[in-house]
Each structure stands twice: as C-alpha cells, then as structure tokens.
C-alpha cells in the first residue's frame, strides 16, 4: 500500500460514514466545495506566476512557449496535485458532515474535565493568565490573525503539499493533511466530546469563563463566528459544527511545523512556523475557542500522524526495491 491508496482508503471510508449520519446533506457539497475551489484559485495564479517568472529569469527567447514546455514536462505532477486539491476539498465536506454529527453519538462531557487540567497545569486558567498581558489591541490583531492569515497560510501549505517537486514528500504531506482532519478531527473529537469555553454556560450551566466573555468586545469576529455556530448547532453545513478537542487550527500548522522541518531542518522557514503556531496557540485560548490542553493534546497526536504517512511511503519504496533485488529462479 502506498500513500495514495492509503489516501483513497481513508476518504472513502469516510464519505461512506458521512453520508450515514443524520445531518449528512449532499446536496450542500457542491457549492461549498465551488467556494473552496474558488478560493484556491488565487494561489494557483500565483504559483502559475512565480513559474513564469523563474522561467524567464533564465532568459528563453521565447518566454510563453518555454514555460508551456516547463508544464508539460511537469505534467504528472500537475495532474496528481490538481487530483489531491480535489480529494482535499472533498475531505472537508467529508470532515464538517461529521463534525456536525458528533454531539448526536456522543454529547459534549470533556469541558470540564479539561478546563481543569488546564487549571492543574499553568496554576490558573490560561486565558487569565493572556488576559494579564495582552490589551485591546492585540486582542484585535488575534482576532484578525485566526482568521485571515490562517486561511492564506493552510490555503499555501495545501497548494505546496498537492505540487511539490518531491512527488514522494507530496503524497506523504497530503495524507498526514487528511489524517489529522478525519482521524483527529473527527474520531479523535468524537472520544473526547467537547465544545470549549466558549459554550460551557450553554451546554453545561457553568459560569466560569463569564469573565472571559465580558472582556471580550462582542464586535470581534470570533464572538461572532462563536454565536453563529451556536445558532446553527446541529445544522449541516459548510463551516459549521462545535468541537474543541483537539484543536485543529494548532494540530494543522504542528503538522506544518513537522513538514518544514522534514524539507528545510532548522531553518528560517522552521522559525517562522514555530512563531505562527505560537500565535495560534495564543490566540486559540485568548479568544475563548480552546482549552490548552486542546493543543497540548494536538501537540502529542500530531508527530505520530506524520511519521505513519511517512513511513508508507517509505515502506512502499523500500519493498519496492527489495523485490527488485530477488533474483529470478530459473526451472531446472
């Protein structure tokens, strides 16, 4: 088995399990998988561009037709990455189906349980603790930064898993994408039902993070995007759904942090994620959507996703090879 049967495996499995569940609506796949598309449209013009331009660099003295050489010697991999931009936008539909059922199987029990553990650890809740050293206006930028450079960043570290030049990497990256969102985003959210301190007082009766959401100013768009996704719960939709544990905006760029170390080691690209995450880290629990334990959690489950992607990969290249090095047995 190679990545890309692993891959096929796990999302057919699951849109089998999506389309069972009682919210599953099909018919709302294919706008939102439109709207996903159209998303990435703009990094695939600028991938397109940044082609462009390292072709001319070298100085063709025909630019347009050298770069329509370039993409057709490259065309099996355009092919197989356009393949699994598709089976990833498709693998969202699968995941928010399933994430909207989750409360059905197995309502929220984990809040309390972890809004302690987070006690136990820092020696107070975190978010009083980010509260004491971010104002106002950093709470902004937070708010701001969970969402908009988010999108570009996941947006980019899918355009760069789907096309890399090292189709093996590539595959290895798409899997571990889709692993983290259906194995810990769904299965993983399933065992450990939470909603975050967001909806405590709501599912729970429990008023401990009030003060939480006093200081929040109820115009930032994550008390917003909180209330909607109240309003709709139980809804199926494209971007609905409650689930806290485990946190997959830390889970998806750890795993980002695991696939630059892998292509660049302790570099300046490794840096700069390891801040991103900090920042989501922060923000996650600062805005009330996360528990600290949600991305301590990811933390730990995230570095197992990535070598098991990685290692069927391998697998498949070294059995390969082994079976390349048994010599024929030739009939008496």
Partial sequence: ?????????????????????????PG????????????????????LVWQFAVVASRKPKHPAKALATTLWSQRSRIVEGLVFILSLAAMMQIYMV??????????FYADPYLADMDLAVFGNDPWRLTHMIIGPTVTRFLDYFY?????????GMTVWACFSRDRVFSRQAVLAIALCWLVLGNWGALAMSS?????????????????????????LMAVQTQNFLLENFGDPGFGKGISAMPSMHNALYLLLIWMLYDRFGASWQL???????????????????????????????????????KNIERWRIVKSADSRMIPELKLA
């Fill in 271 to 309: 840096g700069l994620a390891l801040i991103f995450e900090l920042v989501v880290f922060v923000a996650s629990v600062h805005l009330g959507w996360h528990y600290a334990m949600d991305g301590i959690v990811s933390a730990v489950l995230v570095p197992p996703v990535w070598y098991f992607a």
């Fill in 147 to 155: 969402i908009f450079p988010c999108v570009l960043v996941t947006m």
């Fill in 98 to 107: 399933i994430k909207v059922a989750i409360p059905q199987y197995l309502p």
């Fill in 1 to 25: 088995m190679d990545a890309r049967v692993a891959l096929a495996l796990l999302l057919f499995v699951h849109l089998l399990i999506s389309l069972a569940v009682p919210t599953s609506n």
């Fill in 28 to 47: 709302a796949i294919i706008p939102a998988l439109h709207l996903q598309l159209i998303l990435l449209v703009p990094l695939l013009l600028m991938a």
């Fill in 195 to 219: 909603a975050g301190p967001a909806y405590v007082e709501h599912f729970y009766g429990d008023n401990r993070y009030a003060e939480l959401f006093n200081a929040l100013p109820s115009d």
